[in-house]
């Protein structure tokens, strides 16, 4: 699966933005997606995740509640909208996709994630 992502910007605190994410292939459908982000000098952190039918969803503690993660499968396509944006969500927003198919409950560790986009930067001016 590859992915490519979109949707990032500079964005005012408050603000709000649409990341989008375009896998090719046929396999999309099968598995659990999930965001990603890593800001300067920092590890890459869980953001969101969720199952292969958009079932289930996970989301980490800073971002719960603002964010909101979601698929389309007919458009091979995952989605994230963030609201209420703050400069500490400033970062490279990446997603990727799960190795294994038809998962009940999204995993939220990176060593899960098989593929990876390339990210897209987002930016939050105080």
């Known amino acids: 699966v590859q992915l490519q992502a979109s949707g990032g910007g500079l964005v005012q605190a408050g603000g709000s933005l649409r990341l989008s994410c375009v896998a090719s292939g046929d396999t999309f459908s099968r598995n659990s997606m999930g965001w990603f982000r890593q800001a300067p000098g920092k590890e890459r952190e869980f953001v969101a995740a969720?199952?292969?039918?958009?079932?289930?969803?996970k989301y980490s503690g800073p971002v719960q509640g603002r964010f909101t993660v979601s698929r389309d499968n007919a458009k091979n396509t995952v989605y994230l909208q963030m609201n209420s944006l703050e400069p500490e969500d400033t970062a490279v927003y990446y997603c990727a996709a799960d190795k294994r198919p038809y998962m009940f409950v999204p995993d939220t560790s990176t060593s899960t994630f098989l593929s990876w986009g390339q990210g897209t930067q987002v930016t939050v001016s105080s």
């Open positions: 969720l199952t292969w039918n958009g079932a289930s969803t």
